[in-house]
């Protein structure tokens, strides 16, 4: 983490409060409360507000919503968003939009720095559910160029309402211009169930087989098949491939070795991870990948 904070850095997060125990060590060590969006709240004035928090791995931040839609990023590290309906992993290279009125919380994966837009109802698309969106160089200077200050302290820029009100509709168009990305993972109602399947999205490394996960939530292998299917509407084994998939995607843009990649997936071997995901995506891992260039002269 940096070992400075930037100059008016916003308010430290709400007082933390002990995790909920899970039955499980890859639970978050840590849990904040959501980071004081009462004090980013957009109006017609500034129409546009952007926050920013440094936070560590295995921190969770509550369940929470509020009356406005959110743009959610980090510029480095990756974080897990979760809703009542599905889980998305968000890398560096990735924004998630979240609408108004929606519960959701945010696990880091990774120490990270965590930024946050929200926009005013008036100005914003009318998305009603997440979406996970390629972050364009034009979208990402728009989203890094906003104030940072809370409310009850002075703007760094004195001029921000007026550059909020000015970056808000090419940020708008942006966003609605930008690259729709499926990689969801889509959450059951059923509370255990839903703990089998965050146990896993947890520690995606974790080999243990179906018959072990249903026992783990006192339920039998069969009893889980059928919940999967009826609940979710696909086999664990579909479920679990996406799952892998969402987790596998941004560590590979990250340009991760496949064999790391393969056994952060829970894969005994490369050539089984190779095989899972050139089926699913008709590629291979590799060609995922972001290489540095070579420089030029």
Known sequence: MPSAVPPHAPPAPEPATPAKARGTPTAPTNSVGPLTPHLYAPDAVRPLRAKEHFLSADTLV??????????TFSTRGVIRLSTQDGSYIVPPSRALWVPANMPHSITLIEDAELRTVYLHAWIAPTWEKCEVLEISPLLRALMLALDTTPDGLPPADPHA????????????????RATQIRI????PSDKRLRQLCETLLRNPADR?????RAAAIGASERTV?????DQLGMSWQQWRQQAVMAHALPLLARGMAVSQVASAS?????????????????????????RKRPATL
């Open 225 to 229: 098949a059928r919940l999967f299917r």
């Open 161 to 176: 309402p007026q550059r909020e009100r000015m970056i808000a509709p090419l940020l708008v168009d942006e966003v609605e």
């Open 208 to 212: 243990a087989t179906l018959a072990e």
């Open 266 to 290: 829970g894969y005994a071997t490369d050539s089984a991870f190779c095989a899972m995901f050139k089926a699913a995506t008709g590629r291979s891992p590799t060609s995922f990948q972001h």
């Open 62 to 71: 509550e369940l929470h919503e509020h009356p406005w839609p959110q743009l």
């Open 184 to 187: 969801d993972v889509p959450l």
